[in-house]
Each structure stands twice: as structure tokens, then as C-alpha cells.
């Protein structure tokens, strides 16, 4: 018997871009006096801090606990210290209900909307936009909306409000962005929420960098409002603040009615979220702060030296920087997925194309560059390697 085709949607749907990259590197030889750079994906290359290693062992050794299913909607004690963080961090009153623990911030992502969308549907998102988000709607039949952002990538609710139909169910917003880096003024977060007060729609917004924001203070004033959680949903993750990547644990801050939904979604994919993971992200933050303040300032340390090194490199343009990510057009006239391509054989370098974050047809001159995974003497010899290219 000849197998059915799989689900359309999920076979239309394109295949992981990180993944993708990394085949490039297939027969590809790098030299002991060039090796590769691979800033291609948003993601600590070092393992957590020793103190933390040593916590998650103590725990996989001696509690039991660490071992079994726990609360579909996560542990209470990482609940109750996110709540208290966040109400402080914020200026506003988050509960501990009001959270809940995820594999991972992707997961936080799908399984709200899968509470609040499905095929038919209609989601913003601004370009160029987080391309796992722009999977997700695609694989559950949801239509993504291009928000064009402009020359400094930064939203405009006048521009979003012209796009919202019937069908539109929600608005997504990343800050820092990923992929352009830029930080969102508070003031675009509240136009948004704003519109979407009026509009009867959701604001997501996904903070997962928020720990590298180069501000001082909350970026936005959101949790301020005594009703913040009536369409108000926030993302975090845990995975770039403590190194914790690998033990997948996210974070959504909602309503209690929100949640009782998600809930019924966390159950089924998951059951529950990585107990050691929790613990490993509790002691994180009871314990971790000062080391991670040192985190951030290495980023804004490398943040620095690309826009310098950026700056020098003759043709090229910066869009956005920030957090994680640079995001720059290049002055090569190969379309940037064959460009990106050529990088690899020609500098050493692997990085993504603009294509992968953009709707089909755009982004074809720009390029994400995730430098939080090289130090600055790596960011120099990056940008020495871009600036020998013959172009």
C-alpha cells in the first residue's frame, strides 16, 4: 500500500534554516590557520557557570523529584520566583498563576497560539521576522501578515492597524529583535498594545533577549496596568540568561484563563516541562545575577565592536544591532542566499540569509550575523575576513 502524502501544510512548510546552513559545511575542509566562524545561530557556545553544572548534579544525584512528571504548567517554586522577579523588574503585579514554564520559549510560542489561532486565521509579524514563528503559523494553516518595519526595523501600529481583517486574531512582537537586534522603544510597545486593546487582538511579545537589553530600567511599561493580563501575553526563555540551551526552559506570562488553555496543549506535547531544566533555571535565579550583569556586559562589549567593525566595511550597511544579532545588506551582487553560500567556501564564515527571514522574493541583499557566539578579538577577525572579500 502506497503511503498517503503528509499533511500539506507541514510539507509546504520550509525546512529549519539553521539546519540548512549547516549542511553547507558538508565537504567543506577549513584550514588549522582559518577555521570556520560560525555565527549562524543565536546560541551560547560555552556550557553554564560551574556553581550551576554543580547544582544540576547535585539534584539529578539526590532528588528524587528531579527524576518524575511535574505540574504540566511547571514547578511551583520557578512560578512564584518569576512572578516575584518580573513584578519587581516591571513596576506591575504578576502572580504566580499568571506564569508558566515551558519547554523552551519556542514552545511557549506554539502553544499560545494554538490557543488563539488556527487555520484561517490571521497573525502580524513584523519583517524580517523570527522564522520559527513564521513555521509554526504556516505548519497549523494560520496566515503570517508581513508587517514591513522600514529602513531601522521598528514597527509602526498606524502601519499594522491598516492590515488588521476579520480573520486576524493576533499581533507578534520580538525585543530585542531577532533578527535585526534592535531594541523596541516602550513607546511602540504601548501603540501596540494600545491597537490591540481596541481591536479585540492579543500582543505577544517574546523577551527572550531581555536579559542583554542595552537600557537601563523596564523597556516597557505593560505589566504597569492593573488589567495587563486581558490580551497581554509576554514569552521569556531561560536558555541565553543561564546557558541552559539544551535543558529547553521557557517561560509565558498570562492570564489564569489563558494558561487553564495552554495547559490542555503543554499536556499533550510534553506533560511537563524538564524538571531539571526547572531547577537549573531557579538556581539561575536566585543565585545568578551578578554573573549574568557580566553576561550582558560582554554582549554590549561585542555589540560595540560590530557596529565599529561594521562601520568600516566598505559597501556594507548596518540595519540593526543589538542583543544577539547584527543585521546588515551586502554589497555583493549575488542574491544573499548564494552570497551566504560563497562565504563559507571563500571567508570561513557561516551566517543566514535575509531570505530566511523574509517573505518570498525579499531580503535577497541582507544578512543575520549572531556575534553573541564570538568574543571581540572573534568579531575582529570577522570583520577582517568580510573586508578581504573581492565583491
Known amino acids: 500500500m502506497t503511503l498517503k502524502p503528509v499533511n500539506p501544510a507541514v510539507a509546504g512548510t520550509f525546512a529549519p534554516p539553521v539546519m540548512e546552513a549547516r549542511r553547507w559545511l558538508e565537504g567543506v575542509t577549513f584550514s588549522p590557520d582559518r577555521p ?18 554543580q547544582a544540576i548534579a547535585e539534584a539529578a544525584l539526590h532528588d528524587a523529584q528531579a527524576h518524575l512528571y511535574g ?15 518580573w513584578s519587581a523588574a516591571y513596576g506591575g503585579v504578576i502572580l504566580p498563576e499568571q506564569v508558566a514554564i515551558t519547554q523552551g520559549c519556542n514552545q511557549a510560542f ?46 509602526d501600529a498606524e502601519v499594522a492597524a491598516a492590515l488588521i481583517t476579520p480573520a486576524t486574531r493576533a499581533i507578534v512582537l520580538v525585543s530585542p529583535n531577532n ?19 481596541a481591536r479585540g487582538l492579543a500582543l505577544i511579545v517574546d523577551e ?46 498570562a492570564s489564569t484563563a489563558r494558561l487553564a488553555e495552554v495547559e490542555k496543549f503543554l499536556d499533550t506535547v510534553a506533560i511537563c516541562p524538564s524538571q531539571l531544566g526547572q531547577i537549573a533555571a531557579l538556581w539561575g535565579m536566585r543565585n545568578l545575577g551578578q554573573w549574568v550583569a ?14 565599529t567593525g561594521l562601520a568600516a566595511l ?22 544573499s542566499p548564494e552570497f551566504a553560500r560563497t562565504l563559507v567556501r571563500t571567508a570561513s564564515v557561516l551566517l543566514l540569509p535575509g531570505t530566511m527571514f523574509m517573505p518570498e522574493g525579499q531580503g535577497t541583499r541582507q544578512l543575520r550575523i549572531a556575534f553573541a ?16 572579500l573581492v565583491i
Open 294 to 307: 557580566g553576561e550582558r556586559a560582554e554582549i554590549l562589549a561585542r555589540r560595540a565592536a560590530m557596529t
Open 373 to 388: 557566539n564570538i568574543d571581540v578579538a572573534g568579531i575582529e577577525q570577522l570583520m577582517a575576513r568580510l573586508n578581504s
Open 179 to 197: 533578527p535585526g537586534g534592535v531594541e523596541y522603544p516602550a513607546a511602540t510597545l504601548r501603540a501596540f498594545r494600545e491597537l490591540a486593546r
Open 110 to 155: 506554539c502553544a499560545v497560539l494554538a490557543t488563539l489561532a488556527g487555520a484561517g486565521d490571521e497573525v502580524l509579524l513584523p519583517t524580517p521576522w523570527y522564522f520559527n514563528h513564521k513555521m509554526w503559523l504556516d505548519m497549523q494553516g494560520v496566515r503570517a501578515v508581513p508587517l514591513p518595519t522600514g529602513a531601522g526595523l521598528i514597527p
Open 208 to 253: 527572550t533577549y531581555r536579559d542583554f537589553d542595552s537600557r537601563s530600567g523596564a523597556p516597557h511599561d505593560l505589566f504597569t496596568d492593573s488589567d495587563w493580563d486581558e490580551g497581554f501575553i509576554h514569552l521569556y526563555s531561560f536558555s541565553k540568561a543561564y546557558r541552559l540551551t539544551g535543558h529547553r526552559v521557557g517561560a509565558i506570562v
Open 314 to 335: 566598505p559597501g556594507w550597511r548596518t540595519l540593526g544591532v543589538g542583543a544577539y544579532f547584527a543585521y546588515v545588506e551586502h554589497p555583493s551582487p549575488l542574491p
Open 36 to 53: 570556520l566562524i560560525n555565527v549562524s545561530q543565536a546560541a551560547p557556545v560555552d556550557p553554564p557557570p560551574l556553581a550551576l553544572r
Open 71 to 85: 505540574p504540566v504548567l511547571g514547578m511551583g517554586a520557578l512560578r512564584e520566583e518569576l512572578a516575584a522577579q
